[in-house]
């Protein structure tokens, strides 16, 4: 039952990576260079793996991104560099994320030492939350010779990465790795830590030079006709227990789930994966407005979910739900043994002093910063994208910018 969902899909092999980027075009100044929130440098590392350079590749790599190995992985590409790939216009964008992904493994498994920390510069910060823009800024920092702990209440370092996206997309082992260098930078990450509970936020200002909130939004949103429902479960719940206990869990035969961006993807072709027979998704936008990436999207469907797109709830009593489309006179009823929310994500401050409104953080003239001078923020509850790469950009940010404020010593 699980061997479909623990499997990662295979990765290119030296041959097909070469084929692959022998068909890059090697633009000068290059549009899907541009296109990275990361600034990842696509054209340079693909460069040089047609010239066999796989360590210059995984150095170019590095330079801007700490979790390349995870974004090789995760990244919607299509919304980002492969978009902006002059290849798309000839025969089909460069399968950059797939290059950047042979690489990294490589990386691995030559245990490449590209990272670096920079000299002690005497000063120290503090961020509370181990996710994508939590884990960049602690290598951005540790670059620049800050000392670094990092706060997480979770036993493990990751967040959604570690938590929430399905195995067959991410394995264990490779959030696990980059976790794992980013530790041997120098980065202490003090574990089945909450802050506000175990420790004060006024505590962490008194003994660090700056403080970072990279918290995420991690707290399932709900509709309030689904409260209480003892047949409704979150997404985050579902896919937390499908990650932990690496697929072994008991599901129905006939499954509805409610949303339509990459979490309700995951969603759905984690219950295929666990050959759940009837998968049914319904979604409130029609197909051209859908959040979802679109690899993903045809991903659920392969793998033969039925997507119902244009309802919104209108009542549920148990486990049978009844919906009407947003824009023709049409209602459905769907009769199921489970239903799963994917409707989104939320904040959960309690106990961090900041001031959260409409699910994120009200900025003053400067970004990343919060009411609190020595306070920061970053990640999901600054305003963006929320994906693992525009997490990745707002960590080197924000550390960048705490580094201005602090006038570091060190940055070389």
């Known amino acids: 039952m699980t061997s479909k969902y623990n499997q990662e ?5 030296m041959s097909t990576v070469m084929q692959e980027a022998a068909r890059c075009l090697l633009c000068e100044d290059a549009p899907c260079s541009k296109a990275c929130p990361a600034h990842t440098n696509p054209a340079k590392f693909i460069r040089s793996v047609r010239f066999r350079n796989v360590k210059g590749a995984a ?19 299509e919304r980002y560099c492969e978009k902006a790939c002059t290849r798309a216009k000839i025969d089909g964008p460069i399968d950059i994320s797939g290059i950047q992904r042979y690489v990294t493994d490589m990386e691995r498994k030559e245990n490449m030492q590209i990272l670096h920390a920079g000299k002690d510069n005497g000063m120290s910060v503090a961020i509370i939350g181990s996710g994508p823009a939590g884990l960049q800024a602690a290598t951005t920092l540790r670059q620049k010779g800050y000392a670094v702990d990092i706060y997480e209440k979770q036993v493990k370092a990751g967040g959604y990465l570690t938590y929430g996206i399905p195995e067959y997309r991410l394995p264990e082992e490779i959030v696990d790795y980059e976790v794992q260098r980013i530790v041997n930078l120098g980065a202490k990450i003090n574990y089945n830590v909450t802050v506000g509970k175990d420790i004060t936020m006024d505590e962490l200002k008194a003994k660090y030079n700056a403080v970072i909130v990279a918290i995420g939004a991690s707290a399932a949103k709900t509709i309030p006709m689904f409260e209480h429902n003892i047949c409704t479960e979150s997404a985050i719940s579902f896919l937390a227990r499908a ?3 690496k697929g072994n869990i008991d599901v129905p035969d006939n499954v509805l789930v409610i949303g339509g961006g990459d979490v309700a993807m995951d969603v759905v072709t984690t219950l295929k994966k666990l050959d759940v027979p009837h998968v049914t998704d319904v979604v409130y936008e029609e ?18 979910v039925t997507i119902i797109d244009g ?25 199921a043994d489970k239903i799963i929310l994917a409707v989104g994500q939320k904040v959960d ?11 994120e953080i009200p ?5 990343y910063h919060t009411k609190d001078p020595k306070v920061f923020a970053t990640g999901d509850i600054v305003d963006g994208d929320k994906t693992v790469v525009v997490a990745v950009q ?4 924000v550390a960048e910018e705490i580094d201005r404020v602090l006038g570091g010593q060190n940055n070389d």
């Open 311 to 335: 309802y919104e709830p209108k009542e549920v009593h148990q486990n049978r739900a009844t919906f009407k489309h947003r824009k023709i006179d049409s209602e459905l009823t769907i009769t």
């Open 394 to 397: 707002k960590g080197k940010e």
């Open 59 to 77: 150095e170019t790599i590095r330079e801007n991104n700490a979790l390349g190995a995870i974004c090789a992985r995760v990244c919607p590409t």
């Open 349 to 359: 401050a309690d106990g961090l002093d900041i001031d959260i409104q409409h699910n």
């Open 243 to 245: 990650k932990e206990n």
């Open 287 to 304: 197909f051209d407005e859908f959040r979802a990436s679109k690899k993903e999207l045809a991903g659920a469907q392969k793998a033969g």
């Open 363 to 367: 900025f003053r003239e400067a970004r």
């Open 9 to 13: 899909p295979k990765g290119y092999t």
